[in-house]
Antibody, heavy 116, light 113 residues
């Protein structure tokens, strides 16, 4: 059974940093691209970033380019999202998703609140 | 960016009824080399994470009931639920994975009368 478990969320002040993790199990992690998708409170879904199966390619939405970094550790079957220079508009539930074209499995999500 | 427009924004139906919802993209999602439409449908029940229902516009994922039917090509797509059940209460999103940034529609909220 595919499982994706996010962690690392919380309350953070504007301008500060936070790092999310996603522990994967139930599939061969190193064979799949992975992604982060977010959902602001009571809003729709918004793709944030994708990383290729081997980490050699990364893709970001414009609003997070230069501030967020997606990475992975295939030996640990873990996906990361380093979020720097956080803004209030980054407040959302962040989902880790297997990017099997399309997003075929999702984690339960982790809340990130950016507020002073 | 490819803009995805979903209509209606909400719909209330009785159990057993048929429901259809629309998703239109601002450019074609049909890739000429493989004749595939890069369009997915997701279901998000209250308090849960999204679940993939349909990929490639019309391919149901394993375990998805056959009352969920995806159709369409190019820029116009439809999700049909042939006989709505109480457990289908959810928001349904379409998503294009033809090009980055991958984009979602704003969702259709399905309510059960």
């Amino acid at each position: 059974e595919v499982q994706l478990v996010e962690s690392g969320g919380g309350l953070v002040q504007p301008g500060r940093s936070l790092k999310l993790s996603c522990a994967a199990s139930g599939f061969t992690f190193s064979n799949y691209g992975m992604a982060w998708v977010r959902q602001a409170p009571t809003k729709g879904l918004e793709w944030v970033a994708t990383i290729s199966y081997d980490g050699s390619s990364t893709y970001y939405r414009d609003s997070v380019k230069g501030r967020f970094t997606i990475s992975r550790d295939n030996a640990k079957s873990t996906l990361y999202l380093q979020m720097d220079s956080l803004r209030s508009e980054d407040t959302a539930t962040y989902y880790c998703a297997r990017h099997g074209q399309p997003f075929d499995y999702w984690g339960q999500g982790v809340m990130v609140t950016v507020s002073s | 960016d490819i803009v995805m427009t979903q209509t209606p924004s909400s719909q209330a139906v009785s159990a057993g009824e048929k429901v259809t919802m629309s998703c239109k993209s601002s450019q074609s999602l049909l890739y000429s080399e493989n004749k595939k439409n890069y369009l997915a449908w997701y279901q998000q029940k209250p308090g849960q994470s999204p679940k993939l229902l349909i990929s490639w516009a019309s391919t149901r994922e394993s375990g998805v009931p056959d009352r969920f039917i995806g159709s369409g090509s190019g820029t116009d797509f439809t999700l049909t639920i042939s006989s709505v059940q109480a457990e289908d209460l959810a928001v349904y999103y379409c998503e294009q994975y033809y090009d980055t940034p991958f984009t979602f529609g704003s969702g259709t909220k399905l309510e059960i009368k």
